[in-house]
């Protein structure tokens, strides 16, 4: 049995919900939506450069036996991440070979972990709606919301919360270490929320939750969310919360083991300076919209329940991100852990709001994505007939030398999620008016409307501009199969594409080397230095190249000369 905590003071409580106010989303529309959102960009691309491409290289890498699992290398250079990911994209790789391309088995374990982080917010949510100082007030004759049913409802205005946030959107749908990361999180944020209802469950949770975020990469954020932890449950007004220290310790502990054992901990702080503060400010504004407006009303309409567990759980993992994104110089993937938490505070506005706030977000939501979905159908358009003209010279100006090419099934689908939107949007303002999801309803629909979109009308165009394929196809022209290339200081973004792209052995590492000190009759070299740098001693310079949709940079291709 859970022990109540001491009765909070009705006058202070915002919350106050009828029964018809706390109607479930129903299940059916919840799930496809949520499969409108993960499943876009998981099939038919390539992996994108930077963090994207890197990761996926390393996991290649491990998965051909290029390199040892426990200390992988890149072009002979040591990455900087942590290995369970890896691991797990990897191990997907040989499972599911040669059946199943490699960059697509990596990405879908990445893409159950967003789901399952979308899971673990509801359940996260569900419980701590239903502490106490959490439940709506009672009304004098009856009619306010039931216990579970406000639960259910403030639950699911917080998965619609988390995928209405922009910065979930790119970093949510990468086969990088920061969605493992994301997922430990959410499992960790679970683990405090159900310690009253779920014993033993939310023991393992936590158990499984710090070492996995150590593992991961991120060991220091593991510790300081433990203790954040820590101190919420020792302040906890439920005697079964308070038992429930010991066991985060046990789970900080065996962070800390993980990342010594898996060499994780790794010093990321590049320091803060006071002009960077505008920046790192409009970073926050964009990345966690529109949750951070919502939460910043939570925090003011519950200003006085901010030492009880509904809003002091969330915090924990909102403060702990904020302060490694300043630590770390503005880290957008430090910032990403924050936003479960950020999500659970969203959804705890919802019960305040006043009619005509949430009937502004409701227009203000529908015209945003409304335009924005036209404007990508226009371009689209634009792409494939030439009209209206100037859309159309942007884009071969954007992207020179790509060719359009169509594909039944990728308009088939943007026309069935166009018509879901429109759909949504009368059964939003037709029906529904009173219940308390209301509001996140479009802007999440909207959020997945446009990723669809994007990924289907507009995915050949990203992959030819982001993916490293066509930018490798040029390289090849000049350099011969299963060559050996030196690529000297090259980003492991780089040397990923060199050696999955490419086929090459890759030698990345040091400065540029003479010819008679490697073994390598090939040199690569991309800089974005004015004027271009000349040959190393013992090479020639055989070509200059682009890759797609990049003005700045070139790629330099050196032979050797001299004879060994």
């Given at each position: 049995m859970n022990t109540p905590i001491p009765a909070h003071t009705p006058a202070l409580n915002p919350a106050l919900v009828t029964e018809r106010g706390a109607r479930a989303l129903p299940r059916l529309p919840l799930l496809l939506l949520c499969a409108a959102y993960v499943l876009p960009g998981v099939v038919g691309r390539d992996p994108w450069r930077n963090a994207d491409l890197a990761a996926f290289?390393?996991?290649?890498?491990?998965?051909?036996?290029?390199?040892?699992?426990?200390?992988p290398l890149l072009g002979g250079v040591a990455g900087d991440t942590g290995l369970l990911p890896h691991w797990l994209g990897a191990?997907?790789?040989?499972?599911?070979?040669?059946?199943?391309?490699?960059?697509?088995?990596?990405?879908?374990?990445?893409?159950?972990?967003?789901?399952?982080?979308?899971?673990?917010?509801?359940?996260?949510?569900?419980?701590?709606?239903?502490?106490?100082?959490?439940?709506?007030?009672?009304?004098?004759?009856?009619g306010e919301a039931d216990p579970v049913a406000y639960a259910r409802a403030i639950a699911d205005g917080a998965v619609l919360a988390l995928m209405a946030t922009l910065g979930l959107l790119q970093l949510g749908h990468e086969t990088t270490p920061e969605l493992a990361q994301l997922a430990a999180t959410a499992l960790f944020l679970y683990a405090l929320a159900a310690a009253p209802y779920r014993p033993w469950q939310s023991r393992l949770a936590v158990l499984i939750a710090l070492p996995a975020l150590a593992g991961s990469g991120a060991p220091s954020m593991a510790m300081a969310m433990g203790v954040g932890g820590t101190i919420?449950?020792?302040?906890?007004?439920?005697?079964?919360?308070?038992?429930?220290?010991?066991?985060?310790?046990?789970?900080?502990?065996?962070?800390?083991?993980?990342?010594?054992?898996?060499?994780?901990?790794?010093?990321?702080s590049h320091g803060i300076e006071v002009v960077q503060l505008p920046g790192?400010?409009?970073?926050?504004?964009?990345?966690?919209?529109?949750?951070?407006?919502?939460?910043?009303?939570?925090?003011?309409?519950?200003?006085?329940?901010?030492?009880?567990?509904?809003l002091s759980v969330p915090l924990v993992a909102v403060v702990v991100a904020l302060a490694s994104n300043l630590v770390m110089g503005g880290s957008d993937r430090a910032l990403l852990l924050g936003l479960p938490g950020l999500a659970v505070l969203a959804a705890l506005a919802l019960p305040?709001?006043?009619?005509?706030?949430?009937?502004?977000?409701?227009?203000?939501?529908?015209?945003?994505?409304?335009?924005?979905?036209a404007?990508?159908?226009?371009?689209?358009?634009?792409?494939?007939?030439?009209?209206?003209?100037k859309p159309a010279a942007n884009i071969a100006k954007l992207v020179p030398a790509f060719v359009p090419h169509f594909s039944w099934t990728a308009l088939l689908l943007a026309i069935a999620g166009t018509a879901a939107w429109i759909w949504l949007v009368r059964w939003r303002t037709g029906r529904h008016r009173e219940a308390l999801w209301k509001s996140l309803v479009l802007p999440a629909g909207g959020v997945a409307l446009c990723w669809l979109l994007?990924?289907?009308?507009?995915?050949?165009?990203?992959?030819?501009?982001?993916?490293?394929?066509?930018?490798?196809?040029?390289?090849?022209?000049?350099?011969?199969?299963?060559?050996?290339?030196a690529a000297p200081g090259a980003t492991p973004a780089v040397i990923a594409a060199l050696e999955v792209f490419g086929g090459w052995r890759v030698d990345a590492r040091g400065p540029a080397p003479a010819a008679e000190q490697?073994?390598?009759?090939?040199?690569?070299?991309?800089?974005?230095?004015?004027?271009?740098?000349?040959?190393?001693?013992?090479?020639?310079r055989v070509a200059e190249l682009r890759r797609p949709a990049e003005r700045d940079e070139r790629t330099l291709v050196f032979k050797r000369v001299t004879a060994r």
């Open positions: 290289g390393q996991m290649a890498a491990m998965a051909a036996g290029r390199t040892s699992w426990w200390a191990g997907f790789i040989v499972m599911l070979s040669p059946q199943i391309e490699p960059d697509f088995a990596a990405r879908v374990p990445f893409a159950l972990l967003l789901a399952a982080t979308l899971a673990l917010v509801w359940y996260t949510t569900f419980h701590l709606a239903r502490t106490d100082a959490a439940l709506p007030l009672p009304f004098a004759f009856g919420v449950c020792v302040f906890s007004s439920y005697a079964q919360v308070r038992r429930y220290a010991p066991w985060i310790a046990a789970g900080a502990l065996l962070a800390a083991l993980a990342a010594q054992g898996l060499g994780a901990w790794r010093w990321r790192i400010a409009r970073q926050w504004a964009w990345f966690m919209w529109p949750a951070w407006l919502l939460a910043l009303w939570t925090l003011w309409r519950w200003r006085h329940h901010l030492l009880h567990r509904h305040t709001f006043r009619r005509s706030t949430a009937a502004a977000v409701d227009w203000f939501s529908m015209l945003l994505f409304t335009s924005a979905a404007f990508i159908w226009l371009m689209y358009v634009a792409m494939h007939t030439g009209v209206p003209a994007a990924m289907t009308l507009w995915l050949p165009v990203l992959d030819f501009a982001r993916s490293p394929r066509v930018w490798m196809q040029r390289i090849a022209a000049h350099v011969p199969p299963d060559a050996c290339v490697v073994d390598c009759a090939y040199m690569i070299v991309v800089t974005r230095a004015r004027p271009l740098p000349g040959p190393p001693p013992g090479y020639e």
